[in-house]
């Protein structure tokens, strides 16, 4: 039977293997989805070792996302915008090609729950890696502005002009925000821990959208925050996190799974929020 993982450390929280075997279920696929706990030190050796026992593919998560892109001996576009690799696939010839579908399966949430990207003020809070993996698959949907606020500004504004030939994009502190936003979604992991970045100087639009990328068995802090500022609309990444899994079975696979009940079993049996 075919293998794949998903590789991490923590790893013990991860969704995946649900996702992936209800996606395998619903679509009549036979396969072994697990997680693999790899050490801090030993991810090359893990992954190396995870092939010789036959792994076809794997999922990749934090801390080893970057790690990931070395490995590969082709990045898919979007991989190489992002740095980073989440999803690994070795081709018929035994190259491994490595993806990155978290930008894709944000759009793709983003569109499920009828939110408009073209011509959208769009403000991305954080600079880190989780921001920069979805730029491309936003920039590419033509927003009117995207605006990337960050702690340290030098951050956002470099994360800013590496991606400034896809289309208008700037970058700043939070303390440097003014205007009015559409959307507004949140790449950092202060959310986690109960916190809400600043963001003294900026307006709603009345269609203002919130998306926390992160997703909990309660609202965020961040869908908290935006319910308090009268925005009717505040997500967590639930379905973001269904929609990339769905993009990375499709590459390996060969085959769109059915991503609205999987996300409705996934809500229904672990208590996340949406």
Not at 113 to 124: E, F
Not at 135 to 160: D, G, S, Y
Not at 171 to 199: C, H, K, M, R
């Given at each position: 039977?075919?293998?794949?993982?998903?590789?991490?450390?923590?790893?013990?929280?991860?969704?995946?293997?649900?996702?992936?075997?209800?996606?395998?279920?619903?679509?009549?696929?036979?396969?072994?989805?697990d997680t693999?706990?790899?050490?801090?030190?030993?991810?090359?050796?893990?992954?190396?070792?995870f092939?010789?026992?036959?792994?076809?593919?794997?999922?990749?998560?934090v801390?080893?996302?970057?790690?990931?892109?070395?490995?590969?001996?082709?990045?898919?576009?979007?991989?190489?915008r992002?740095g980073?690799?989440?999803?690994?696939?070795?081709?018929?010839?035994?190259?491994?090609?490595?993806?990155?579908?978290?930008?894709?399966?944000?759009?793709?949430?983003?569109?499920?729950?009828?939110?408009?990207?073209?011509?959208?003020?769009?403000?991305?809070l954080?600079?880190?890696?989780?921001?920069?993996?979805?730029?491309?698959?936003?920039?590419?949907?033509?927003?009117?502005?995207?605006?990337?606020?960050?702690?340290?500004?030098?951050k956002?504004?470099?994360?800013?002009?590496?991606?400034?030939?896809?289309?208008?994009?700037?970058?700043?502190?939070?303390?440097?925000?003014?205007?009015?936003?559409?959307?507004?979604?949140?790449?950092?992991?202060?959310?986690?821990?109960?916190?809400?970045?600043?963001?003294?100087?900026?307006?709603?639009?009345?269609?203002?959208?919130?998306?926390?990328?992160?997703?909990?068995?309660?609202?965020?802090?961040?869908?908290?925050?935006?319910?308090?500022?009268?925005?009717?609309?505040?997500?967590?990444?639930?379905?973001?996190?269904?929609?990339?899994?769905?993009?990375?079975?499709?590459?390996?696979?060969?085959?769109?799974p059915?991503?609205?009940?999987?996300?409705d079993?996934?809500?229904?049996?672990?208590?996340?929020?949406?």
């Amino acid at each position: 039977m075919d293998r794949y993982t998903v590789f991490g450390n923590p790893i013990n929280h991860s969704k995946s293997p649900f996702i992936h075997r209800r996606f395998a279920a619903q679509t009549a696929q036979q396969l072994h989805y697990d997680t693999h706990l790899a050490a801090i030190d030993g991810f090359a050796e893990a992954v190396t070792q995870f092939r010789r026992d036959g792994g076809c593919g794997a999922n990749v998560t934090v801390p080893f996302k970057q790690q990931a892109v070395a490995l590969c001996d082709q990045l898919s576009e979007r991989a190489k915008r992002a740095g980073a690799v989440n999803t690994l696939h070795w081709l018929e010839d035994g190259q491994l090609l490595g993806d990155n579908t978290d930008g894709a399966g944000l759009v793709a949430d983003l569109q499920r729950l009828g939110v408009t990207l073209a011509q959208q003020r769009i403000l991305i809070l954080g600079a880190g890696g989780a921001v920069r993996g979805v730029l491309a698959p936003l920039l590419a949907q033509q927003p009117k502005h995207i605006v990337i606020a960050n702690r340290t500004a030098t951050k956002a504004v470099e994360l800013a002009l590496a991606f400034a030939d896809m289309g208008t994009i700037s970058g700043g502190g939070y303390q440097q925000l003014n205007g009015e936003f559409d959307v507004i979604i949140n790449g950092t992991s202060a959310s986690l821990s109960g916190q809400v970045p600043p963001l003294p100087g900026i307006q709603f639009s009345p269609q203002c959208v919130s998306y926390d990328m992160a997703y909990g068995t309660a609202a965020t802090a961040f869908q908290k925050w935006g319910r308090r500022q009268g925005i009717n609309d505040n997500y967590s990444g639930v379905g973001m996190l269904v929609h990339q899994a769905a993009i990375s079975f499709n590459l390996w696979r060969g085959i769109e799974p059915p991503t609205q009940r999987v996300l409705d079993a996934l809500i229904a049996e672990s208590g996340v929020v949406q």
